[in-house]
């Protein structure tokens, strides 16, 4: 699996769609700056850290998470090497999982590359009562919410992942996933919808008035982590879909 998980970071040196992730980042962090200045209020680092935390969530995580995860999963398709990784032998469900553990490690190195923007701009516009309490408080906050986008996310991933160029689909049910946590957050569902479960997870604290179920927030993204483990499972390797194609050519050829 290790063996796996470094080939894949090989790989990745390749993709110029990891841009995509920094410019999406660069975006969430630049917008959060804007929706601040835009009020004549004084800004604390809290609230822009605040504000960054709801745009990743809501518009960029959710649908760049799945983009790149699914990207790297159809590049095999694409190029063609997944029956010549398979001869090695690599079981598809092994190969599958150090795709997905290199997509959550990917994350998190979004999710601190988010926090390092944040914390630079910070010092620039919003240094006022930006004590090293509040800055370590963020970079949980940051890297612990990429996680969690990236457990609720997990099942989609895995879902569009079983034919070519289907993450395509996937990509575009992320963003309204993610999307819709803008209507549920603070209400009802805000603990029981895994996207918004993570800012509970973080003990987000946006506008002091959302209230959260920590274990019931641990219970939905729980889900997400056996919803996808089952999904693994039932799976039908690629090895088993080759075969199929192989004995329907020789049918047809009968």
């Known amino acids: 699996m290790i063996n796996i998980i470094v080939t894949e970071f090989q790989k990745l040196k390749r993709y110029s769609i990891l841009w995509i992730g920094i410019v999406a980042v660069l975006f969430s962090v630049l917008l959060a700056a804007f929706q601040q200045n835009s009020s004549n209020e004084i800004i604390q680092y809290e609230s822009y850290t605040n504000s960054v935390i709801w745009n990743n969530f809501s518009m960029i995580f959710p649908f760049m998470i799945v983009l790149i995860g699914g990207y790297i999963i159809n590049r095999e398709y694409v190029d063609h090497t997944l029956k010549n990784m398979l001869t090695v032998p690599i079981p598809f469900r092994k190969l599958l999982m150090g795709k997905l553990i290199t997509v959550g ?17 910070g010092i620039v516009f919003y240094n006022r009562n930006m004590s090293s309490a509040l800055v370590v408080k963020s970079l949980f906050q940051l890297v612990g919410l990429s996680l969690c986008c990236y457990l609720a996310v997990l099942p989609i991933i895995i879902f569009f992942s079983r034919k070519q160029n289907g993450f395509l689909a996937g990509v575009g049910l992320a963003f309204v996933y993610g999307f819709c946590g803008i209507f549920i957050a603070g209400r009802a569902l805000t603990d029981y919808y895994p996207i918004t479960a993570g800012l509970g997870i973080i003990k987000f604290t946006g506008d002091d008035t959302l209230n959260f179920n920590l274990s019931v927030e641990i219970g939905a993204l729980s889900i997400m982590i056996i919803l996808s483990m089952i999904m693994l499972f039932c799976m039908k390797g690629f090895e088993d879909r080759n ?8 049918k047809h050829k009968g």
């Open 243 to 250: 075969t199929l194609s192989k004995n329907t050519a020789k």
């Open 105 to 121: 490690l990917v994350t998190t190195l979004y999710g601190f590359f988010s926090f390092i923007c944040t914390f630079l701009l």
